[in-house]
């Protein structure tokens, strides 16, 4: 079997994070791990974060931006408040 790749799939969730509360259905939406999808990606925490559906401190945005963009867009969670971000294996 080939080695699985990865997917991002961003998550509008109560504060605690619960799984419970992060349906898939709501944003509907995956991001492979490429350059141009991890773009979408923070294109969408930004517009989320703009209509004020998930909160994120000025000073951590950058920090965001990274993590999702050059790093690892799980640990962006970390500084998003009502909004996560979970990778799965896409085979």
Known sequence: M?????????????ADKSEASMNIF????VYK???TSR???WKKVKEE???ERIQIAAE???TVELAITEGDPVEA??????GAIREIECY
Not at 2 to 14: L, W
Not at 77 to 82: L, V, Y
């Open 49 to 51: 974060y703009g209509a």
């Open 39 to 41: 773009k979408n990606l």
């Open 26 to 29: 709501y944003n509907r939406a």
């Open 33 to 35: 791990d490429t350059k």
């Open 77 to 82: 969670s970390n500084f998003i408040q009502f």
């Open 60 to 62: 951590n945005l950058k």
């Open 2 to 14: 080939a080695k699985p790749g990865k997917v991002f799939i961003f998550f509008n969730c109560d």
